[in-house]
């Protein structure tokens, strides 16, 4: 089955640092690579995703990009704020028809210094 | 709309014990899939359903069982709790690639 590392598992910036988390997945068949925020006892929330036929997907100060030939993509932070103080999750999904399975990855603590 | 909601949001069971957990979907959606996040993991999944039937599963032992309505809501059952079953449940409901999740059972196995 599909196997997903995340790198790393913390990250401290400070405030108004860019912040890169980065991971890779295992099975080629991926074609759905969502990021999530998790707050301390909260639900995680979608923050932005990317389909295997797009290469980089920005929105605001946020960004991912997606390399499938070596099959890792990357979250890109910029100019943080300590509200962006989190967990983050990558994570990968064989995506079509009923399934909806989702491989996490272990998460990266983000913390923000002001 | 409410969005995904799950209940209850804690709940303390004894070692042994057998718990249900319940999860309403968001509106529209049609598949629910459970997952369980042991502290400072990722979300595992356990299992999805869909049309009332389990259409995957991960790698979760049998005393983990599940069954969809034909409301969609879906109820997430273990047995024979284990002390390292401890951990937040979440529910997350889906439709045509849209995707959402409920706030979380937290489970405490003493």
């Known amino acids: 089955g599909e196997n997903v590392e995340q790198h790393p598992s913390t990250l401290s910036v400070q405030e108004g640092d860019s912040a890169v988390i980065k991971c890779t997945y295992s099975?080629?068949?991926?074609?759905?690579f969502p990021w999530y925020k998790q707050e301390l006892g909260k639900r995680p929330q979608l923050i932005i995703d990317?389909?295997?036929?797009?290469g980089e997907k920005k929105d605001q100060r946020i960004a991912v990009t997606l390399n499938k030939t070596a099959k890792h993509f990357s979250l890109h932070i910029t100019e943080t704020q300590p509200e962006d103080s989190a967990v983050y999750f990558c994570?990968?999904?064989?995506?079509?028809?009923?399934?909806?399975?989702?491989?996490f990855g272990k998460g990266t603590l983000l913390t923000v210094n002001p | 709309d409410a969005g995904v909601t799950q209940s209850p949001t804690h709940l303390i069971k004894t070692r042994g014990q057998q718990v249900t957990l319940r999860c309403s979907p968001k509106s529209g959606h049609d598949t629910v899939s459970w997952y369980q996040q042991a502290l400072g993991q990722g979300p595992q999944f356990i299992f999805q359903y869909y049309e009332e039937e389990e259409r995957q599963r991960g790698n979760f032992p049998d005393r983990f069982s599940g069954h969809q309505f034909p409301n969609y809501s879906s109820e997430l059952n273990v047995n024979a709790l284990l002390l390292g079953d401890s951990a937040l449940y979440l529910c997350a409901s889906s439709f045509s690639g849209d995707r959402a999740f409920g706030q979380g059972t937290r489970l405490t196995v003493v």
């Open positions: 994570a990968a999904v064989v995506s079509g028809g009923s399934n909806y399975k989702l491989t």
């Open positions: 990317i389909r295997s036929n797009v």
């Open positions: 099975d080629s068949a991926s074609n759905y």
